[in-house]
């Protein structure tokens, strides 16, 4: 598949959720992801859908498989720490974020206090 055919198919998937599809949206999404299970723009937005289904261990494993380019660094640490909060680990879901936060920042420069 060129990346202009995958750039269609992501497009045409937002329009499918921004207008009340997710469903479409979703076949979409799974399929881009079959094709490339280590795109992280697709994985991105297959987990985006499966968290707004609920699904938080379907959209973990599909955030595992992928490889995220730094741009989307903090959208990975998002819809980690959601996907890990949904499924009952609050603890994990906070250390998640914090080590976003500390890469981002710097582990001085966080305003996140580590816990004593």
Do not use: C
């Not at 979409?28 to 992280?40: K, Q, S, W």
């Not at 959209?59 to 998002?78: C, G, Q």
């Not at 936060?101 to 996140?112: D, E, N, P, T």
């Amino acid at each position: 598949m060129t990346p202009q055919s995958r750039q269609f198919m992501l497009t045409a998937a937002w329009l499918f959720a921004r207008h009340g599809r997710p469903r479409r949206a979703r076949v979409i999404v799974e399929a881009l992801v079959d094709d490339d299970p280590t795109d992280g723009v697709a994985a991105a937005a297959l987990a985006e859908l499966l968290l707004a289904n609920g699904e938080g261990a379907a959209a973990l494993k599909t955030l595992a498989a992928a490889d995220f380019p730094p741009e989307l660094s903090r959208a990975e640490a998002i819809l980690e720490t959601r996907a890990l909060a949904m499924i009952g680990r609050k603890d994990d879901s906070e250390r998640r974020w914090r080590r976003y936060l500390a890469a981002r920042k710097g582990a001085g420069r966080s305003w996140v206090e580590e816990e004593v």
